[in-house]
Each structure stands twice: as structure tokens, then as C-alpha cells.
């Protein structure tokens, strides 16, 4: 089995790094850059982050794990003191796949037959680069609302702790494939009006959303933050492809919320 490691470059993180890979080599298997088929991230959700979009052309091959060398994770669950257990598994252990939704995004430019498309496994969101929001939000081809305010977030389920829980959102479990969309600090009074909600939806739905004001946005993909010119619309969609985890035992998804966000016997 080919194997790479992804470190968030701090001194513990990569001593880890470096241990991992003397065991894992060890054990016979190949450090491989490449080509590898289980990523093993070292550091924070933000290192599996950018793990993912490193290898985001592997997404039907290779599994990811991770290690967290700060506060628990919901992308790295393993604790540092696990290292030799984690690293046993990997070379002794046929490993389970789970798979969490992702969400595409195309965006349509006014003059150009190219679009953009990208894959998120938090999130994206929208904002202007120097003005308020103002977009049209089309459901399924049909017009739901005009929004004005500082932008829209559409997020994963497992995407769901992260932003957009800070801006209200409900925090879905990533067996459901849907997508979630919500507000940032929309305009509500007499005159312009928002749903308010977050909106969930489901796998077979899409949402269009079509500038009204300006051509030029703020599209954010995860931790990827890009201006993009002459936007004719941007599209939303739970993708066809998955994002795979190496699950070598149960750590369920609602205790993690607990331990996360609640309280941490882990950590203690
Ligand atoms: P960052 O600003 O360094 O990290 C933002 C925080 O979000 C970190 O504490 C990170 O955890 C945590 N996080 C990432 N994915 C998560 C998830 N699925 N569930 C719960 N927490 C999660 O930025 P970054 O490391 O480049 O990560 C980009 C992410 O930051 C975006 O995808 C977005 O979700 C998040 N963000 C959040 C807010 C907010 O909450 N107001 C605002 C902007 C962006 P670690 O410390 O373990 O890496």
C-alpha cells in the first residue's frame, strides 16, 4: 500500500510525520507523493483541508485519516499518543471506507463557454468584493428569492460544524447527501426580504444563484478564497463524488459533536 503524509508544518506535527513514516516504511508500505492510497493528515480539519484538495483528482482512490496535534477535529480524530496503534492498523488491518458528501460548484462566466468547477468538502461561500450582496436565488430552476446582505454559505454536511454553524446553520449528519444554505447577515425589513432559515436540500436539487448587482465576486472553496470576474451564475450541487475516510474503529459522528462542542472527556 502506497501511503503520503500531510503535516500543518508545526513542530509536533511533523515529528509525528516523521515517526509515522519510519513505522509505516517499516512495515513495508511505499511513501508515494503521487500517487498514494491513504493520506494520512497531521495537524487540524485545516490540514485535512488542504489534503483533500492536493489529491482532490484521487477522490474515487484515496482515504483519507487524520491526526490532531491541537483540540479535537472532525476531520482528525486520532490523538497523538495513538501514533504506534494508528500506524499497526494501517499496515496490519483491511480498513472500512466511509464516504461524506461534497458539494460542486460550477461557475458561468458572461463571455466565456469555459466554467469554473470545484469541489468543497466544508463549504462555499459567496461575497462581494466591496459592495452588499445582491443575488437571485434560483431552486430547481425557479426563482425563490432575491437576497441582499453580506453573502451566502453553501456547506456539506460534515462542512455543517464548521462555518456554517457559525452563522446559525443546522448541523447535518453526513449520511444524509444534501447541502445547506445560509444566510450571512441578509437585509430583512419592509422593503427587501429573505427567508431567514437555512435550507437544506436534498441530492437531486440544484441552486442557481444570479448576480443582480455587480459581475465580480468572492467565491471561497474550504480554506481557497478567489475573486472571480464577469460571473454570469454559480451553480450548486451535492456532487457525484465522495470524499473517502479510512475508518479503522467507531468514533460516531454525534459523539464527536458532543466532544467538540460540548464537553471533551478526551481532553481532559
Ligand atoms: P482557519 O481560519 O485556520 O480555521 C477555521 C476553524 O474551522 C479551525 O478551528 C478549523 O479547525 C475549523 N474547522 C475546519 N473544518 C471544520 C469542520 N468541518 N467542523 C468544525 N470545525 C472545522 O481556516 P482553515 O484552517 O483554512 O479552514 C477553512 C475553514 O474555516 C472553512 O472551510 C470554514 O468552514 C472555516 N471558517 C469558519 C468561520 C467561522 O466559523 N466564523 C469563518 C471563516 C472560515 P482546526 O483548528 O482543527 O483546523
Redesign the pocket.
Known amino acids: 500500500m502506497k501511503f503520503y503524509i500531510q503535516s500543518r508544518n508545526d513542530d509536533l506535527s511533523n515529528r509525528l510525520r516523521e515517526t509515522a513514516k519510519t513505522y509505516l516504511v517499516d512495515f513495508g508500505l511505499i511513501f508515494d507523493e503521487e500517487n498514494p492510497d491513504i493520506v494520512l493528515s497531521i495537524?487540524?480539519?485545516?490540514?485535512l483541508?488542504h489534503a483533500f484538495h492536493k489529491y482532490k483528482h484521487l477522490t474515487s482512490s484515496v482515504a483519507f485519516v487524520g491526526i490532531?496535534t491541537?483540540?479535537l477535529?472532525?476531520?482528525?480524530d486520532w490523538k497523538p499518543i495513538e501514533i504506534e496503534k494508528l500506524v499497526i492498523s494501517i499496515a496490519q488491518k483491511e480498513f472500512e471506507v466511509i464516504e461524506y458528501p461534497l458539494l460542486e460548484v460550477t461557475i458561468n462566466y458572461q463571455h466565456e463557454e469555459d466554467s469554473s468547477v470545484y469541489l468543497a468538502v466544508?463549504?462555499s461561500t459567496v461575497k462581494s468584493p466591496d459592495v452588499t450582496l445582491v443575488m437571485d436565488v434560483e431552486l430547481n430552476g425557479k426563482h425563490f428569492e432575491r437576497f441582499r446582505g453580506d453573502g451566502l454559505c453553501m456547506s456539506t454536511p460534515?462542512?455543517s460544524?464548521?462555518?456554517?454553524?457559525?452563522l446559525g446553520g443546522a448541523i447535518v449528519h453526513p449520511s444524509l447527501e444534501a447541502m445547506q444554505l445560509a444566510e450571512i447577515a441578509s437585509i430583512n425589513n419592509r422593503v427587501f426580504r429573505t427567508v431567514g432559515s437555512s435550507l437544506v436540500l436534498p441530492k437531486h436539487h440544484s441552486c442557481l444563484l444570479k448576480p443582480v448587482k455587480g459581475p465580480d465576486f468572492m467565491v471561497?472553496i474550504?480554506?481557497l478564497q478567489l475573486l472571480h470576474k464577469d460571473v454570469q451564475s454559480i451553480k450548486y450541487r451535492v456532487a457525484d463524488e465522495k470524499i473517502r475516510f479510512a475508518r479503522f474503529r467507531s468514533f460516531p459522528f454525534w459523539q464527536r459533536v458532543h466532544d467538540?462542542f460540548i464537553d471533551s472527556d478526551l481532553e481532559k
Do not use: M
Open positions: 495537524g487540524g480539519d485545516g490540514t483541508l490532531h491541537g483540540h477535529g472532525f476531520y482528525a466544508n463549504e460534515s462542512g460544524t464548521a462555518y456554517n454553524k457559525a471561497t474550504d480554506h467538540s
